[in-house]
Nanobody, 116 residues
Framework: QVQLVESGGGLVQPGGSLRLSCAASGFTFSGYAMSWYRQARGKERESVAHISRSGSTTTYGDTVKGRFTISSDNAKNTVYLQMNSLKPDETAVYYC?????????WGQGTQVTVSS
């Protein structure tokens, strides 16, 4: 059974940091590109960060470049998102995604609220 389980969300003050984790099981983690997306209330889901299967290539959405870092640990089947200097408008549900040709898996999401 394929599972992507996000954790690490919560309430943080503006300018603060959070580290999200996504634990994967039920598929060959190293064969998938991994991504983080987010969806704020009333808005479309947007891409935040992406890491290639090998972990050698990362890409970021324009609004998070320089503040967020995606990483993966194949030994733990886990992908991380370190988020620094968080802003109130980044309040959203953050989702983990695993993708390869013909396969596309999503986690249930973790809520991140940036507020004073």
């Amino acid at each position: 059974q394929v599972q992507l389980v996000e954790s690490g969300g919560g309430l943080v003050q503006p300018g603060g940091s959070l580290r999200l984790s996504c634990a994967a099981s039920g598929f060959t983690f190293s064969g998938y590109a991994m991504s983080w997306y987010r969806q704020a209330r009333g808005k479309e889901r947007e891409s935040v960060a992406h890491i290639s299967r090998s972990g050698s290539t990362t890409t970021y959405g324009d609004t998070v470049k320089g503040r967020f870092t995606i990483s993966s640990d194949n030994a733990k089947n886990t992908v991380y998102l370190q988020m620094n200097s968080l802003k109130p408008d980044e309040t959203a549900v953050y989702y983990c995604n695993a993708r390869r040709v013909g396969k596309d898996y999503w986690g249930q999401g973790t809520q991140v609220t940036v507020s004073s």
